[in-house]
């Protein structure tokens, strides 16, 4: 048994999040899940993995009747279309979404059904290569370096990013993240080489605070999270962030798409409220859950979204928003005034495992000037 109040109590603690307490309804879906991203002699099991999403729509108090009726109206779908789905929105990468006339109209209808939304957004390529970085300053032990974890990872993902190819080679010669003691150094000296070879991509400050970082490294006795880890396995699973919004949102009801690997996880931690067992959630076909088809749409969009701001620079954002149609500046606003309505009413509704600069360029997209409505 896991009782989610220590776990919730130390989120608390860090960070500013109201109403973590209400009563919500959550429904959920997810995108891009890999289920596992390992090495192999050829790279990654995906070569270049999207921004996984699991995400969906929330409203205020206890679960309630939706009806799509109107909405499948609205999108002139044929009775044999048993669910909504992305498909049905359009096709394409993000702008290309933006521009079909139904993505549109969705925005438009779940504004005025006052539905809010909910997202964990996480870049998985990030996700794997944290740990070289916690590793290094776990050893390290000197808070002021701890403080600046988040710029210091940016640096290293900036570096590493450049080549997903390259930096999946180097990472499978050392079986990360199983690079062991005997390795260690040679590992440490590969990052500190790569590093250098690419500082003109850092400003230069960030670069010498990583490479202080890096040549630190090569005097530690440990690198904790780089040890008896299970070799050529970044990723086994997206459990734990089904399990966070659980544990976190503990009074409210939480609808999740069918996902036997998922409800076994969550079955087996025996999460509890204290001493009182939590079953506050529940497993849906989403084909009789409309709440869940709509969180399909919602865990879409948004995946098209941070995969799109992942691999485009900030410069190449700017020149694309300056090219955007009527329609696509009209969604592109409903899709920010959405967002922005969700974190007013809870900051804790958007969770983000993806770097500073991503999440730059994100809210550069979302709040680039988009003109009247």
């Not at 919602?298 to 620079?313: D, E, I, S």
Request: with cysteine.
């Amino acid at each position: 048994m896991i009782d989610v109040n220590p776990l919730r109590d130390a989120i608390l603690a860090a960070h500013d999040l109201s109403n973590v307490d209400e009563v919500y309804t959550f429904y959920y879906d997810e995108t891009n899940n890999v289920r596992k991203l390992h090495l192999t002699p050829d790279g990654m099991n995906i070569r270049r993995p999207d921004c996984f999403v699991l995400g969906g729509i929330v409203h205020p108090g206890l679960p309630r009747p939706i009806d799509l009726g109107e909405l499948r109206r609205v999108f002139r779908l044929q009775p044999s279309a048993r669910e909504i789905k992305l498909k049905h929105l359009g096709g394409g990468e993000f702008r290309e979404l933006l521009g079909c006339e139904k993505v549109e109209l969705f925005l438009d209808w779940l504004t005025a059904q006052g539905f809010l939304v909910h997202y964990q957004v996480t870049d998985v390529l990030y996700w794997s290569t944290v740990d070289i970085v916690d590793s290094i300053l776990t050893e390290m032990g000197k808070p002021r370096l701890i403080a600046m974890h988040l710029p210091i990872k940016d640096s290293l993902y900036t570096v590493l990013r450049d080549d997903v190819d390259g930096t999946a080679e180097l990472l499978g010669r050392y079986s990360y993240p199983d690079v062991g003691r005997e390795r260690r150094a040679a590992f440490v000296a590969e990052l500190l080489d790569l590093v250098e070879y690419r500082e003109h991509m850092l400003e230069h400050f960030p670069f010498y605070m990583l490479k202080g970082v890096l040549q630190a490294a090569r005097g530690l006795d440990a690198l904790p999270y780089l040890e008896d880890e299970t070799p050529n396995v970044l990723i086994d699973g997206f459990g734990t962030f089904f399990s966070n919004r659980l544990c976190l949102f503990k009074n409210a009801r939480h609808i999740l798409d069918d996902e036997k690997q998922i409800e076994a996880y969550l079955e087996a931690l025996g999460l509890c409220d204290g001493a009182v067992p939590l079953r506050h959630y529940r497993f849906a076909n989403s084909q009789s859950e409309e709440g869940v088809q709509l969180s399909d749409l919602v865990a879409g969009l948004l995946g098209k979204l941070f995969t799109y701001v992942n691999r485009t620079p900030l410069d190449e954002l700017a020149e694309d928003m300056a090219e955007l149609s009527d329609r696509q500046r009209r969604s592109l606003k409903l899709l920010s005034r959405l967002l922005d309505r969700s974190t007013d009413e809870c900051p804790a509704f958007a969770q983000y495992v993806i770097s500073a600069e991503d999440q730059q360029r994100a809210d550069f997209v979302l709040n680039v000037s988009t003109g009247g409505m």
